[in-house]
């Protein structure tokens, strides 16, 4: 499996889509420098609000059906396989950090593919097997978070408000950390 880690939004985008079209495994970490949205092809965002606020539009996936805003410090993952060889590797990462979380006594809760920490989203996962076979998981990380300017690109109702990791001292880094020795122990196995 190929692994890319990086900060360059359209370096990780490149390798994403070198991954199925090449049809080689991958996980793409991307630490962000900038803030972008990645979307479903059928979601709705405002697209005068992502001009306006100078945020790029890196991709649109046919299979994805919302939208994600990514920040600055904020952290994504891809993980691109051959059939479901990693059937829990989303959820796994998600429960890496409510790990960290409870480890500095914050209170956290699994609302279907979301993590909530102190009644707020701080990260989710989610997960497509495509037509040509591949499994698609993918899972964001919000270290730092606008919330005024998510409501202003995100047309529908905001269900859960988006919350930070960074105000309990978990950055990008730490858990891409975490992320690798969980792909290094499923593995072994």
Sequence with gaps: MQILKTHDL??????????????????????????????????????????????????????????????????????ITWGDRYPTFGIDCINIVAEMLSDRGVTTELD?????????????????????????????????VDVDLVKQICVKPMLKVPGSLGIYGIDAEMICEKVLDLLKVEERN
């Design 10 to 79: 359209e370096e990780a985008a490149k390798f994403a889509d070198r991954c199925l079209t090449d049809g080689h495994e991958g996980l793409d970490l991307l630490l962000n420098l900038s803030s972008f949205i990645q979307t479903g092809e059928l979601a709705m965002y405002d697209n005068k609000a992502v001009e306006d606020a100078n945020i790029a539009v890196i991709w649109k996936a046919k299979h994805l059906g919302g939208t994600i805003v990514s920040f600055a410090g904020d952290f994504n993952l891809c993980l």
């Design 112 to 144: 279907n593919n979301d993590l909530i920490a102190n009644g707020k989203k701080v990260a989710s996962w989610a997960k497509a097997t495509l037509i040509s076979g591949y499994v698609q998981t993918v899972a964001h990380f919000s270290i730092n």
